[in-house]
Structures are given as C-alpha cells and as structure tokens.
C-alpha cells in the first residue's frame, strides 16, 4: 500500500511540475520588451542593435518611472548587465 502511494505521489509531483514548465512562456529580450506595448501606452520600444540600450518612448512622462521598474523586473541579470534601459517621453504629460 506505502509503495502504490508513494509511486501516486511521485506521479503527481512530477506532473504538475511538467504541467508548471510547459507553461512557462520562454525567455527572450525581445519578449519582455514586447510586452509593455500590453501594459502601458507607449510610442515606441528599440533595443540596439550597435548599442546596448534599451529604448522605450512613453506617451506620458509620468509612466517613465513604472516602466522602468516593470521592465528591469523582468529582464534577465544578464541583460540588465548587458543592456543600458532609457525610458523617456516626448510627449510630456498627456491630458
């Protein structure tokens, strides 16, 4: 009886923890960039192909700070490393 629960259990374990890595959405740069065009209200977004910055144009320049700290959240350590992150606006404050 201990060995069918214990097997059960492994079943389990490794199911969820196979159902919890498949849908994990794989990592890229681009993605994470990509993905402020769905939270906030940008302009533009660039990321260097020479230089190794990050641009992102938001319409309002109070948003400049949350973007920010959306996008360095979600960018790898290496990319943090690698990548300078410029949020900015010319717009100013939209109305």
């Known amino acids: 009886m ?4 214990g097997l059960l259990a492994l079943c389990v374990i ?5 159902f919890w890595y498949t849908k994990k959405e794989p990592y890229s740069t681009e993605v994470v ?3 402020v065009w ?3 209200e940008v302009q533009s977004t660039q ?4 230089d190794p910055v990050i641009w992102i144009d938001v319409y309002n320049k109070n948003d400049i700070a949350e973007v920010e700290k959306y996008v360095t959240e ?5 990319d943090l ?14 109305y």
Not at 14 to 18: D, E, H
Not at 81 to 91: A, G, I, L, M, R
Request: net charge positive.
């Open 74 to 78: 979600n960018l790898s350590k290496d």
């Open 33 to 35: 960039v990509n993905s």
């Open 2 to 5: 201990k060995g069918k629960f």
């Open 14 to 18: 490794l199911g969820s923890a196979l």
């Open 81 to 94: 490393e690698h990548y300078e992150v410029d949020v900015f606006s010319n717009k100013g404050i939209k």
């Open 47 to 50: 990321i260097g192909d020479k």
């Open 38 to 40: 769905d939270k906030f």
